[in-house]
């Protein structure tokens, strides 16, 4: 019989405080986790028409959501107007417009 064999192989007890033990969690199969979502967010869809996105907002929030969409949708207007030529000529007169602030001081390494 070896010297190990009386020893005891629990984990240390205290006395007067509580043996808090952390049981593992059980891995989830997220195939499953996949399907369940597809399958709430399907249902989702079709019991109401709206989107999922505006589904628990506020007037406000909708509100600002749309004027948001709105102001998306000019500024994309408003640059889809301009061809190249046009785009590199405002920008070349706006660069002209500015100050010499603005301009990289040379530096020389000789002087």
């Given at each position: 019989m070896s010297e190990y064999a009386v020893v005891s192989k629990s984990t240390l007890k205290l006395k007067g405080v509580d043996p808090t033990i952390k049981k593992k969690k059980k891995k989830k199969d997220k195939e499953r986790e996949r399907e369940e979502a597809a399958k709430a967010y399907v249902?989702?869809?079709?019991?109401?028409?709206?989107?999922?996105q505006y589904r628990m907002k506020t007037k406000a929030e909708l509100a600002f959501l749309a004027k948001k969409e709105e102001r998306d949708?000019?500024?994309i207007k408003k640059r889809a107007n301009f061809n190249h030529k046009e785009k590199v000529e405002k920008f070349n007169s706006y660069l002209n417009s500015l100050s010499e602030h603005y301009d990289i001081p040379k530096v020389s390494w000789t002087k």
């Open positions: 249902e989702a869809e079709g019991t109401s028409g709206e989107q999922p949708r000019e500024r």
